[in-house]
Nanobody
Framework: QVQLVESGGGLVQAGGSLRLSCATS????????WAWYRQTPGKQREFVAA???????NYADSVKGRFTISKDNEKPTVYLQMNSLTPEDTAVYYC????????WGQGTQVTVSS
């Protein structure tokens, strides 16, 4: 089973930055497209960003130009650099694959104050 351990969340003021990390495990890391998702209370989990095996990336329109997804195949870890944060970015952030694994990690809370 692939490990999913998210970290790096916290409280930040609007306009600030955070870098999320997702520590994974297993030699299958390089065979997946990895992605970040987020969820706020009462809403469905939504896609944020993805990075393909070859390194191509894509983003939700709401974060395009502000967030950057990257990965380190050696660690293996997936990152999400979040800049110019707004209160609308407040959510629990999760990493997973595309298509999704059958489980989720614990997520990391990001709170952006106005």
């Amino acid at each position: 089973q692939v490990q999913l351990v998210e970290s790096g969340g916290g409280l930040v003021q609007a306009g600030g930055s955070l870098r999320l990390s997702c520590a994974t495990s297993g030699d299958a890391f390089n065979r997946y497209t990895w992605a970040w998702y987020r969820q706020t209370p009462g809403k469905q989990r939504e896609f944020v960003a993805a990075i393909q095996i070859g390194g191509n990336t894509n983003y939700a329109d709401s974060v395009k130009g502000r967030f950057t997804i990257s990965k380190d195949n050696e660690k293996p870890t997936v990152y999400l650099q979040m800049n110019s944060l707004t209160p609308e970015d407040t959510a629990v952030y999760y990493c997973n694959t595309r298509p999704l694994l059958a489980y989720w990690g614990q997520g990391t809370q990001v709170t952006v104050s106005s």
